[in-house]
C-alpha cells in the first residue's frame, strides 16, 4: 500500500494557471510560486462581485483520539465529491504548522486519495506565509526591548509585559526564558518565553482581517504590556504596526492549490484550535464564496472548540453563515471514547458507550448552533458490519443523516453520496445562533460555552482572574467574544475523561487579551501555547532519499 507522500508525489498536478482559469481568474492576477502554487492578488479579489448562490459547508468532529477521525480528508474528499457530481466548489484549509508536522502529527494535507498537493510544499515552507507572521511577531518583540533599552520614553513595566517571542517549532525549552543577559548593552535582563507561531496573536490577526487596512489597524490595536500604573502600551504606540504590515502584505494574499483530482483550493493561515480560534483566514474563505458555489472548510478538532470558535468568533467577525455542517467520526475513535484502547476488534459494548460523544456534538450542531448536520463515517478494514450497523441505526434514531464515505480510497467518487447530503442540507432552511451575544458579561459567555456546549455544570476562577476581567470591561473589551483555550481531547479541561462528560467544572487559569484579533483568551485546564516535541517526534521518519522527501506522512 502507498503512503500519502507517495500517493501524493504520483498525482498529476494541472499548471496553477489551469487551476485559475477554472475559476475565472486571469493569469496577469495571480503570484505563482513554481508550477503548482500562486497566490491570488488582494485587489482583483477585492472587485468579485458577490455570489448570492454560494454555500459553505463547514467539516468538523466528534472529540479528537489518537486514532484520528480524518476531518482534513473529509474536507478534501468531500470538495472532489461536491466536483464529482458536477459543482463548482472550492476547499478552504488551513496551513500546517511545523511544529505538529515534526512532532506528533506529521502532515496534514488530508490522506489517501483525499488530498491536497504539492503535499511536501503546503507541509513545509510552503509559500513562507509562517515565516512572516513569526518575522512580525518578533519585530514588536526586538522593538519593545529596544525601547525600554533606549530610555523607555512609555514607562513600559518590564513585568508586566504581555508580547512574548515566537517560533513555529515545538520547544518546550522556549516556554520560560531570560533574555538580555549579559551586560547594559544587551538591555535590560527580564523574564519571557516564547509561543509557537499559530498561537501568536499575529496568527488570530492575520486570519480575521478583512483586507490590509483592516491588518494594519488590528497590528496598531495589539497590547503589548502595561505601565506601572496600569495604562496598556500598544504596538501603535511603539510605530510598529507599519513594518510589521509591510512583512505580511504579500503573505495575506491567499494560496491556490489543487486537490489530486484538481479541485481548486485554498490554503491560507492556520492557528491552533485548542489555543486560538483554528480556521483559515476570512480573507480565503469569502474570496472563495466569490468564486465558487459550494465553499468546503474546516474548523480545528471537535465540534466543541472548532465549531464554536468558528461561529462565536469568525462568522461573527465576517458575517458568513454555514449552511450545513459535517460531523466526522470513526467506528474505531467512538471505541475508544467508549473505554476501548484498541480499535481493532469487535467491541459493540464500547461502540454503544461511546456513541454518547457523537450525541453530544450532533446535539450541539443542531440544538445549539442550529445548523443541519451531517454524519460522516470514515470506514476502515477492520470496522465490522454489526458496528456500522449499529453506528448508523443510533445515528439515524438521532434525526441525523449519516453517510459511509470512502473517499480516502477511492477519492471524489467515495464521496459522491456525502456530496449529495451535504446538497440536500444546503437547501433545508436554518438559522444560524451564537452561544451567546456581544452583551453578555466576559464571564457569562464562558459560562454559556461551558454550560451549553462542553457539558459543565460551572465555571470557577480565582479572585485574581475574576478581578483581571472586571478590568478588561473597564477598559472597554467587555463586547468581545470569548476564546476557550482547552485540551481538545474531552468536554472537560481533563483530556482523560472520554465520552460526553457532564456535571464537571472548567477552571479558568489565566485570561489573555487579544486586542488586535478583538478576542479575549481564557486559559483552563493546562493546556499550553508552547507544545513539546514527544518521545519519538515525527520527524524521525523525515528524510530526502534520491531528491524526494520520504517519511512525511
Known amino acids: 500500500m502507498l503512503s500519502d507522500i507517495e500517493i501524493a508525489q504520483a498525482a498529476t498536478m494541472k499548471p496553477i494557471s489551469d487551476v485559475a482559469s477554472t475559476l475565472g481568474i486571469p493569469l496577469e492576477n495571480i503570484e505563482p510560486y513554481g508550477h503548482y502554487k500562486a497566490k491570488v492578488h488582494l485587489s482583483y479579489l477585492a472587485d468579485l462581485p458577490e455570489n448570492s448562490h454560494a454555500r459553505l459547508v463547514l467539516v468538523t468532529a466528534i472529540s479528537p483520539t489518537p486514532p484520528g477521525e480524518g476531518k482534513t480528508t473529509t474536507s478534501v474528499g468531500l470538495a472532489d465529491g461536491l466536483s464529482h457530481i458536477g459543482k463548482d466548489v472550492i476547499v478552504c484549509l488551513r496551513e500546517p504548522s511545523l511544529g505538529p508536522v515534526f512532532g506528533m502529527k506529521g502532515g496534514a494535507a488530508g490522506g489517501g486519495k ?166 483559515n483566514s476570512v480573507i480565503a474563505t469569502t474570496a472563495a464564496m466569490k468564486l465558487a458555489d459550494y465553499v468546503v472548510t474546516e474548523a480545528g478538532f471537535g465540534a466543541d472548540l472548532g465549531a464554536e470558535k468558528f461561529i462565536d468568533i469568525k462568522c461573527r467577525k465576517s458575517g458568513l453563515c454555514p449552511s450545513a455542517v459535517v460531523i466526522v467520526a470513526t467506528v474505531r475513535a467512538l471505541k475508544y471514547h467508549g473505554g476501548c484502547d484498541s480499535g481493532t476488534d469487535e467491541d459493540l459494548e464500547a461502540l454503544s458507550t461511546g456513541l454518547v460523544n457523537l450525541e453530544r456534538h450532533i446535539s450541539n450542531v443542531r440544538e445549539v448552533y442550529g445548523l443541519p448536520a451531517i454524519v460522516s463515517i470514515n470506514r476502515f478494514t477492520t470496522d465490522t458490519d454489526a458496528e456500522i450497523q449499529l453506528l448508523t441505526d443510533q445515528v439515524k434514531a438521532l434525526g441525523a443523516d449519516v453517510v459511509l464515505a470512502d473517499h480516502w480510497a477511492r477519492g471524489g467518487a467515495g464521496a459522491a453520496e456525502l456530496a449529495e447530503k451535504v446538497v440536500a442540507a444546503c437547501k433545508t432552511p436554518s438559522s444560524m445562533t451564537f452561544v451567546y451575544e456581544d452583551e453578555l458579561p466576559l464571564f457569562a459567555k464562558i459560562e454559556a460555552i461551558a454550560q451549553k456546549v462542553y457539558g459543565a455544570s460551572e465555571v470557577t476562577a480565582d479572585k485574581k482572574i475574576r478581578t483581571q476581567i472586571k478590568e478588561l470591561e473597564a477598559a472597554g473589551y467587555g463586547h468581545f467574544p470569548v476564546c476557550v483555550a482547552k485540551t481538545q481531547y474531552s468536554f472537560s479541561t481533563d483530556p482523560t475523561l472520554r465520552g460526553a462528560p457532564s456535571g464537571h467544572s472548567i477552571n479558568v487559569r489565566e485570561v489573555r487579551l487579544a486586542a488586535g484579533a478583538e478576542f479575549i483568551v481564557m486559559v483552563c485546564g493546562d493546556v499550553m501555547t508552547m507544545p513539546g516535541l514527544p518521545k519519538v517526534p515525527s520527524s524521525e521518519k523525515i528524510n530526502v532519499v534520491n531528491n524526494a522527501v520520504v517519511g512525511l506522512f
Not at 509562517?130 to 514607562?155: E, T
Not at 533574555?179 to 507561531?197: T, Y
Request: aromatic residues 6%; proline residues 4%; glycine residues 10%.
Open 114 to 279: 483525499a488530498q491536497i498537493v504539492p503535499m511536501e510544499d503546503i507541509n513545509l515552507h510552503f509559500t513562507g506565509d509562517f515565516g512572516a507572521i513569526g518575522l512580525a511577531h518578533n519585530l514588536l518583540s526586538a522593538l519593545i526591548d529596544n525601547h525600554i533599552h533606549h530610555g523607555n520614553a512609555l514607562n513600559i513595566d518590564v513585568r508586566r509585559i504581555t508580547w512574548k517571542r515566537a517560533i513555529d517549532m515545538n520547544d518546550r525549552a522556549l516556554r520560560n526564558i531570560t533574555v538580555a543577559l549579559g551586560g547594559p548593552g544587551n538591555g535590560f535582563p527580564r523574564s519571557d518565553g516564547f509561543d509557537i507561531v499559530v498561537a501568536s496573536e499575529i496568527m488570530a490577526i492575520f486570519c480575521l482581517a478583512t483586507d490590509l487596512e483592516d491588518l494594519k489597524a488590528r497590528m496598531g490595536n495589539i497590547v503589548i504590556g502595561y505601565t506601572r500604573d496600569g495604562r496598556p502600551i500598544t504596538a501603535r504606540e511603539l510605530n510598529a504596526e507599519g513594518a510589521m504590515t509591510v512583512l505580511l502584505k504579500d503573505a495575506l494574499a491567499p494560496n491556490l492549490v489543487q486537490t489530486l483530482e484538481n479541485t481548486p483550493a485554498f490554503v491560507h493561515g492556520g492557528p491552533f484550535a485548542n489555543i486560538a480560534h483554528g480556521c
